[in-house]
T-cell receptor, first 109, second 116 residues
Framework: QQPVQSPQAVILREGEDAVINCSSS?????VHWYRQKHGEAPVFLMI?????EQKGHEKISASFNEKKQQSSLYLTASQLSYSGTYFC??????????FGTGTLLAVQP | NAGVTQTPKFRVLKTGQSMTLLCAQD?????MYWYRQDPGMGLRLIHY???????AKGEVPDGYNVSRLKKQNFLLGLESAAPSQTSVYFC???????????????FGDGTRLSIL
């Protein structure tokens, strides 16, 4: 079953912050985050492996709450280059990576 | 270093025709995957391979077959194309260290397939 991402879409002005959430109904062992620009391939951002782990990538960070079966991606001081669709991919006991339906982020000047 | 290369990039087929999509990676990755991406559906796993000569079904395997005869190549076949298979197909690969859920996946640029 696909993880649920929220919001489905968000529009920001440059410099604003955003949070994208990813929730699963199944136990999670890992969460991947990818960004895809229109017409391009998804690009890896980060993997979270442990409960409560936080990782960072430039001004993008993420948390993983294993107990709540959810992860959140934090984008601070957004830049135009952050625009795209963000996907979470969740890894469960079967080791299959299941992707969410995506969150469209548009950053405007 | 090309990474993951998919051919062809675009293709139009008629219903009932067959074709093969080729994925090649030059990173010596053990694991390879085929996904399809449809509007509002995200990426869905079709088939995957954890090593040369091995393949397994993903979420949406019906209507597709795969082969991994060489470590660097992963082929996706459509035996009798249907309009429902119109989609963008992505190939990805990852290292084989530990559980494959723990390794980043590297994607090709995709194949845009239309079936009339």
């Amino acid at each position: 079953q696909q993880p649920v991402q929220s919001p489905q879409a968000v529009i920001l002005r440059e410099g604003e912050d955003a949070v994208i959430n990813c929730s699963s109904s199944k136990a999670l062992y890992s969460v991947h985050w990818y960004r895809q620009k229109h017409g391009e391939a998804p690009v890896f951002l980060m993997i979270l492996l442990k409960g409560g782990e936080q990782k960072g990538h430039e001004k993008i960070s993420a948390s993983f709450n294993e107990k709540k079966q959810q992860s959140s991606l934090y984008l601070t001081a957004s830049q135009l280059s952050y625009s795209g669709t963000y996907f979470c991919g969740t890894g469960g006991a079967t080791n299959k990576l299941i992707f969410g339906t995506g969150t469209l982020l548009a950053v405007q000047p | 270093n090309a990474g993951v290369t998919q051919t062809p990039k675009f293709r139009v087929l008629k219903t009932g025709q067959s074709m093969t999509l080729l994925c090649a990676q030059d990173m010596n990755h053990e694991y390879m995957y085929w996904y399809r991406q449809d509007p509002g559906m995200g990426l869905r796993l079709i088939h995957y391979s954890v090593g040369e000569g091995t393949t397994a079904k993903g979420e949406v395997p019906d209507g597709y077959n795969v082969s991994r005869l060489k470590k660097q190549n992963f082929l996706l076949g459509l035996e009798s194309a249907a309009p429902s298979q119109t989609s963008v197909y992505f190939c990805a690969s990852s290292r084989g260290v530990g559980d494959w859920g723990n390794q980043p996946q590297h994607f090709g640029d995709g194949t845009r397939l239309s079936i009339l």
